[in-house]
């Protein structure tokens, strides 16, 4: 999965995950959503990186403006 990300960080590349929770998390998710994603690099070299936890950033938005 490619994810692009604001400068300067450009465009990453997701060729893990940490656990089925965050796959399917990254699966379900359409083109062009708003995220906040964890990741860490995998190896030494190139731009491969594992998603440690994932979170649509339009629903934690709704979630804190409709909070009781």
Do not use: F, H, S
């Amino acid at each position: 999965m490619m994810l692009q990300g604001k400068p300067p960080n450009g465009t990453i590349y997701i060729v893990e995950c940490v656990d089925a929770d965050v796959e399917t998390k990254l699966e379900r998710v359409k083109i062009g959503t708003d995220l906040d994603v964890e990741v860490k690099r995998v190896g030494r070299r190139g731009n491969a990186w594992r998603a440690t936890a994932v979170e649509e950033l339009n629903t934690r938005k709704q979630d804190e403006e409709y909070e009781i």
